[in-house]
C-alpha cells in the first residue's frame, strides 16, 4: 500500500488531541477557581487594612475616635464612608474640617453607600480606647490582645462574623 503525500491527521490522532486537550482543562478549572479565591481574599485583606488606616488618619487629626465608634456603631456603613469620604459642600458634624480620609474605588460601596468586601458585607472594626496599643480580639474563641490601635476583618464568603475561619482579618 501506498502512503498518501496529504499529510494531514488521522480520525484517531485528532481525538488523542482532544482527549488531552480536554484532560488539561479539566485539571486547569479548579485551580482557576482557587486562584480568584485567593484574589479576593487579598482584595479584602487589603481593604480592611483601608479601614485601620483611614481609622488612624481620623485619629491622628482629631485626636479621638469618631463620635459614632463610641455609640456602639463599629461597621463601614453608610454614615461611616459619609464621615470619612465627605461630599464637597456637605456638613458633617463628626468631621468638622471636611477632610476626605479616604476615597472608595469602583464597586467598594454597595447600594446603601456602605464600604464593603468582595462579597458585598461592611467591615467590622475595633480601636484602641485605652492608649496602651492593644485591641481586644474580637475572636471570642482566641480571646486575648492584639498589637496595634485599630483592627479591622471582614465577615469572609459566608458573611457571618462571628465564624472565623473563613473571616479575613487586617491583624494576620
Known amino acids: 500500500m501506498k502512503r498518501s503525500e496529504t499529510g494531514g491527521f488521522t480520525l484517531v490522532e485528532m481525538l488523542v488531541v482532544i482527549a488531552i486537550l480536554g484532560i488539561l482543562m ?3 478549572v479548579p485551580a482557576a477557581g482557587l486562584i480568584m479565591k485567593r484574589a479576593k481574599i487579598s482584595n479584602t485583606k487589603s481593604d480592611a487594612g483601608v479601614v485601620a488606616s483611614v481609622m488612624m488618619k481620623y485619629q491622628t487629626e482629631y485626636n479621638r475616635w469618631p463620635s459614632t465608634y463610641a455609640s456602639g456603631r463599629d461597621t463601614t ?8 469620604a465627605p461630599k464637597p459642600g456637605d456638613v458633617v458634624p463628626t468631621n468638622p474640617k ?23 458585607h461592611a467591615f467590622r472594626f475595633r ?13 471570642a474563641d482566641r480571646g486575648g490582645m492584639l498589637r496595634g490601635r485599630v483592627v479591622a476583618w471582614s465577615a469572609g464568603e459566608d458573611g457571618d462574623y462571628e465564624t472565623w475561619a473563613d473571616n479575613v ?3 494576620e
Open 26 to 28: 479539566a485539571m486547569m
Open 77 to 84: 456603613d453608610g454614615d461611616w464612608v459619609d464621615m470619612m
Open 98 to 120: 471636611r477632610i476626605v480620609f479616604f476615597e472608595p474605588g469602583g464597586g467598594a460601596l454597595n447600594a446603601d453607600g456602605a464600604f464593603v468586601d468582595t462579597w458585598g
Open 127 to 139: 480601636v484602641d480606647e485605652t492608649g496602651t496599643g492593644e485591641v481586644a480580639n474580637p475572636d
Open 169 to 171: 482579618k487586617s491583624w
